[in-house]
């Protein structure tokens, strides 16, 4: 399926998603939108994250599960999501295309808060 | 585990807006995100943060599925496969496609609108104004015209009164009880009838003491009306029999003096001497005659065998059986009032004259009520229709010139497959999104404009205190925001969407099309005509104004305050000792710093008017049906001297026959004219025919307008001294003081202190400037040209932005065509003359549309107009000059730009 290049956003989320994964918890939303929260120091409008991976489900990229409920929530289920191969595709070629555009660039330290 | 959950209503917002498929899994971990934060910081802290979640994300996913919707794959991918060839989701239903169809169109109106932020609020504002000026208009209309009364069925209640056409009595009379047990007993499409006068009279508690309206009424006027107290009783057929002295007060008066205390009931209130026991509270919305009243109290006919005829001096108000038309019922009074000389017998030549003649005139309460504002408020509500149509046609030319730059796009959805009906929605959306933003600020502009219209407005109109933005004006409103939204929306969207369209992309078209000059120019015609209608009518009610303000009422309104006071002593019991008193209370006013004059009159003009007596001559003898009908009242102190009345002939009442009394009697030139034509007046006698003195005439003044301004002729009047002949003949008790000084704004003070010391128990009331009650006389004239000429200015500024609209399109759409003429040698002045030309033909139109639909039009202004005609030339002419100017100044300023094209740059942009 062709599809355009990923959106900074869906970048983000992606890469949340995959840095989750690395653990042994459960990766939706709450976390990823705590790994943002704590990596870029930017506040995501919640929606937007929500929204996001209903996207990038569409195109294929994340795949999702129901988790079993766990006695720590009430008894209720989590909507769990993890990378597709697509989806590690789709990451490695909007690196590529970043670093193309950046090689051989200069802006300085920058000033990163 | 916690019970606390998230807020309900929020929950429910939430659950609502999220698709299906991610309704539970959202909720849940926003849940979860909840009650973390409740155990870190608490309820209030959580509750805010779940509220803003719930409103984001409901927002957010509306867009979403808008988006989802608009992208061709969206809904195919949604069936969750993601591959094609796979059949589509099953179709959704009629009604939530077309909602999200509508959905989606308005997400693009706004989109759009929030990129010509110019466009969008010029058209906001122009149908706010409109909308505004209506939705007030309509909201008193509404209160005054359409429900004036508070009382149930209030359509079958009738005054009832009489007309003695042949006679001298003038115009409607009021009727005596004789007519009202008559009618009680035999008209039996009465349903029940209540009698009742009204007036002004002193009222005392132990604490309090004022001077109130009160009604004395027949203790059937309350069932009459409908109405029920809110706390007590009414008054009751056994109180008539016991001849009980009971009253019921109005809600104002219990909340004033009584502060809502339930114990008022019981109490005793001293009216008119007589003291008096409340029995009832009225409801604040009881108000009858009018919002003056503040008291009923019980009068009795007494025995009804021993009625003296003739005593015209009550209201008449009955209750119609149901179906009864006002006509029928006069009818059948017609004949009972005939036969009432046959019942109680006497009353003499002249009422028997007077029933002979008679005829009953029923009329509907609402129509007494309002009949004199009745036309005046339906003339307003005309009036800001007018400028909501021209706002309608000026919106609509925003939207056609707007829609014209959208062609294009237009013919490629064409091109593309877009249905029409799909092309006329998305037209349509803006126009409604317009209407509805322009209704709301509209509504906001009319919450503000009400205070300031009820207060503005003139006394005397019913209901008033009533008026407010209610449900009706509402809906009125939201009535009118889509009638402009289709009136401005629809012609554009039908026909820019039409077929014929496609063309355009083919021709890359620039001309100006027949067909959109025509309607463009019609909307200009219709505009100029309508603001000329208006500029007419304002100008026709304010050459009134000025002949009005010319008008010299025949004494002095400068520097003149006015004001009455009601003592109440035992030692005055009679002409001389109140003559006393007012001689040495006005001695005090004189020796007020700066005060030139003081006198009093018993009745003031243009406040009381003056009572009505029939009076012989020695000319005409004492024959009554020789006797003539006239004004008369009672002057003392320097009354004439300090209204600055002239004295034609003789002199006036000298101090010395002031104190102890005197048969002389000053007679205004009208009055003299009208009794001893021809003849000199001075030392010629005449005598009320109600009593039994002679009187002889010592001086001749100038005549008096009594009423208003609008009086064609100055009322005949006859002055009597304070002091009669006899101690007997009458005591004036209170009269209007008239104080001449040029020292205004401190003397209603001064007279206070005066008054205080000299008689500490007598309220003041009737405080006024001659000033202020001149102006109340021209207050309705004044207020409706005060509205027309607002409106007149809306309707032009409006207008004359239409005209400098369409002038501005047309010259930008033929930029190309000026720049060839200029290359091939046109001048300027040839160019702009082009332009302005084009202006004045299309205005020229309107000018002469308008003047034929103002000539029809303004006779409903001609009970408003003063000294001037309804059809008169100057004002016509002059409007259309204006009219014609204004317009020439809207042409002008395109044409100026159509005269600086540059012919190179122009055509090689192209």
């Known amino acids: 399926m062709p599809h355009e290049g990923l959106g900074e956003f869906e970048q983000l989320v992606l890469l949340a998603v995959v840095r989750l994964s690395n653990g042994n918890s459960d990766v939706y939303g709450v976390p990823i939108v705590e790994e943002i929260e704590k990596r870029t120091k930017r506040k995501p409008a919640r929606a937007a994250v929500y929204i996001t991976l209903r996207r990038l489900e569409r195109k294929g990229l994340i795949a999702s599960w129901t988790s079993e409920p766990g006695d720590d929530r009430g008894g209720k289920a989590r909507h769990c999501v993890k990378m597709t191969a697509a989806g590690t595709r789709a990451l490695r070629e909007a690196r590529w295309a970043m670093n193309q555009m950046w090689t051989g660039l200069d802006l300085g330290a920058g000033d990163r808060r | 585990m916690s019970v606390v959950r998230a807020p309900r209503l929020a929950r429910r917002l939430l659950a609502s807006a999220l698709p299906d498929d991610a309704r539970e899994y959202v909720t849940n971990e926003l849940e979860e995100v909840f009650h973390q934060r409740h155990a870190a910081g608490g309820g209030l802290h959580a509750r805010a943060w779940y509220w803003r979640e719930a409103l984001s994300f409901t927002l957010r996913f509306a867009i979403e599925r808008i988006h989802e919707h608009a992208t061709p794959d969206g809904g195919l991918a949604l069936n969750g496969t993601g591959l094609p060839g796979m059949p589509s989701p099953p179709r959704r239903g009629f009604m939530r496609r077309t909602l999200e169809s509508w959905m989606r169109d308005f997400t693009y109106a706004i989109r759009r609108l929030l990129r010509a932020p110019g466009f969008a609020f010029v058209t906001v504002l122009t149908l706010a104004l409109a909308i505004g000026a209506n939705t007030a208009i309509f909201s008193v209309v509404d209160a005054v015209l359409i429900n004036p009364l508070s009382f149930p069925n209030a359509d079958r209640l009738v005054l009832i009164r009489g007309l003695a056409p042949g006679t001298d009595l003038p115009g409607e009379f009021a009727l005596s009880p004789e007519f009202y047990v008559s009618y009680r007993d035999q008209a039996d499409k009465l349903e029940s009838i209540g009698m009742f006068a009204g007036g002004q009279t002193t009222v005392r508690s132990p604490e309090q003491v004022d001077r109130l309206f009160v009604v004395q009424m027949t203790s059937t006027l309350f069932s009459t009306l409908g109405s029920k107290p809110v706390l007590g009783r009414l008054p009751i057929k056994e109180d008539d029999d016991k001849n009980a002295p009971v009253m019921v007060i109005s809600h104002q008066l219990w909340r004033d003096w009584f502060k809502f205390r339930p114990d008022a009931i019981g109490k005793q209130l001293e009216v008119?001497?007589?003291?008096?026991?409340?029995?009832?509270?009225?409801?604040?919305?009881?108000?009858?005659?009018?919002?003056?009243?503040?008291?009923?109290?019980?009068?009795?006919?007494?025995?009804?065998?021993?009625?003296?005829?003739?005593?015209?001096?009550?209201?008449?108000i009955g209750r119609m059986k149901p179906g009864v038309r006002p006509e029928d019922l006069a009818a059948q009074l017609a004949p009972i009032a005939k036969r009432l000389p046959e019942r109680w017998g006497g009353g003499g030549a002249r009422y028997l004259q007077l029933i002979e003649h008679h005829r009953p005139v029923v009329r509907p309460l609402r129509d007494q009520l309002v009949g004199e504002i009745e036309r005046p408020l339906w003339i307003l509500l005309g009036t800001v229709g007018v400028v909501l149509l021209i706002a309608c046609a000026n919106v609509a030319n925003l939207f056609t010139v707007r829609a014209q730059g959208q062609r294009r796009a237009m013919a490629v959805r064409q091109a593309l497959g877009a249905g029409r009906a799909t092309l006329v929605r998305a037209l349509m959306s803006e126009a409604i999104l317009l209407a509805v933003l322009g209704g709301i600020a509209g509504v906001l502009i009319a919450w503000i404009g009400v205070p300031i219209l009820v207060r503005a407005a003139p006394e005397g109109i019913p209901n008033l205190d009533n008026v407010r933005l209610n449900g009706f004006a509402l809906a009125f409103t939201a009535g009118l925001s889509l009638f402009a939204a289709c009136a401005f929306g629809l012609l554009p969207a039908i026909r820019l969407s039409s077929p014929v369209m496609v063309d355009d992309l083919r021709q890359g078209s620039r001309s100006v099309t027949l067909e959109g000059r025509f309607s463009r120019n019609g909307l200009v015609v219709l505009q100029t005509a309508s603001a000329l209608v208006l500029l007419v009518a304002a100008g026709l009610l304010g050459r009134s104004f000025i002949a009005m303000s010319r008008v010299d009422p025949g004494f002095s309104t400068k520097d003149i305050f006015t004001f009455q006071m009601a003592p109440q002593r035992p030692q005055l019991v009679d002409g001389p000792t109140w003559g006393a008193f007012h001689r040495g209370f006005m001695t005090r006013l004189a020796?007020?710093?700066?005060?030139?004059?003081?006198?009093?009159?018993?009745?003031?003009?243009?406040?009381?008017?003056?009572?009505?007596?029939?009076?012989y001559t020695d000319r005409s003898g004492e024959n009554p049906l020789g006797a003539t009908l006239m004004a008369f009242t009672y002057s003392?102190?320097?009354?004439?001297?300090?209204?600055?009345?002239?004295?034609?002939?003789?002199?006036?009442?000298?101090?010395?026959?002031?104190?102890?009394?005197?048969?002389?009697?000053?007679?205004?030139?009208?009055?003299?004219?009208?009794?001893?034509?021809?003849?000199?007046?001075?030392?010629?006698?005449?005598?009320?025919?109600?009593?039994?003195?002679?009187?002889?005439?010592?001086?001749?003044?100038?005549?008096?307008?009594?009423?208003?301004?609008r009086q064609q002729n100055p009322d005949p009047m006859i002055y009597f001294p304070m002091v009669g002949p006899e101690p007997r003949s009458w005591a004036v008790g209170t009269p209007a003081y008239?104080?001449?000084?040029?020292?205004?704004?401190?003397?209603?003070?001064?007279?206070?202190?005066?008054?205080?010391?000299?008689?500490?128990?007598?309220?003041?009331?009737?405080?006024?400037?001659m000033t202020q009650l001149a102006d109340r006389a021209k207050a309705q004239l004044h207020f409706m040209m005060l509205l027309l000429a607002i409106a007149a200015g809306l309707a032009v500024v409006l207008g004359t932005v239409g005209i400098y609209g369409v002038l501005s399109y047309v010259v930008s759409r033929r930029t190309r065509e000026i720049a060839v003429r200029m290359a091939l040698g046109a001048k300027a002045s040839a160019v702009r003359r082009m332009v302005v030309i084009q202006g004045a033909r299309v205005t020229m139109i309107g000018v002469?549309?308008?003047?034929?639909?103002?000539?029809?039009?303004?006779?409903?202004?001609?009970?408003?107009?003063?000294?001037?005609?309804?059809?008169?030339?100057?004002?016509?002419?002059?409007?259309?000059?204006?009219?014609?100017?204004?317009?020439?100044?809207?042409?002008?300023?395109?044409?100026?730009?159509?005269?600086?094209?540059?012919?190179?740059?122009?055509?090689?942009?192209?």
Do not use: C
Request: aromatic share 10%; proline share 5%; glycine share 8%.
């Open chain 2, 272 to 316: 008119s001497g007589t003291r008096r026991t409340i029995i009832g509270v009225m409801a604040p919305d009881f108000r009858f005659p009018n919002a003056n009243y503040s008291a009923w109290i019980r009068a009795s006919i007494g025995d009804e065998t021993k009625i003296v005829a003739g005593q015209l001096n009550f209201s008449l």
């Open chain 2, 591 to 615: 020796a007020i710093p700066g005060v030139q004059s003081v006198g009093f009159v018993n009745e003031l003009p243009f406040d009381e008017g003056a009572g009505r007596s029939r009076f």
């Open chain 2, 738 to 769: 008239v104080v001449k000084t040029p020292r205004m704004d401190s003397i209603a003070s001064e007279v206070r202190a005066v008054l205080r010391e000299y008689a500490p128990e007598a309220p003041m009331y009737r405080v006024f400037t």
């Open chain 2, 636 to 709: 003392g102190g320097d009354y004439f001297k300090t209204m600055d009345i002239d004295v034609v002939k003789g002199r006036l009442f000298d101090q010395a026959e002031e104190t102890v009394g005197s048969s002389s009697v000053i007679v205004s030139r009208a009055a003299a004219q009208i009794l001893w034509p021809e003849e000199d007046p001075i030392g010629k006698r005449l005598r009320n025919a109600d009593r039994t003195s002679w009187h002889n005439v010592i001086g001749v003044v100038d005549d008096v307008r009594l009423q208003n301004f």
């Open chain 2, 848 to 910: 002469a549309v308008g003047i034929v639909i103002a000539l029809a039009a303004t006779r409903v202004l001609d009970t408003l107009l003063f000294g001037v005609d309804a059809f008169d030339a100057p004002t016509f002419a002059g409007m259309a000059a204006l009219m014609m100017l204004i317009a020439f100044a809207a042409s002008y300023i395109p044409a100026r730009r159509a005269s600086s094209v540059d012919p190179l740059q122009s055509l090689t942009i192209e």
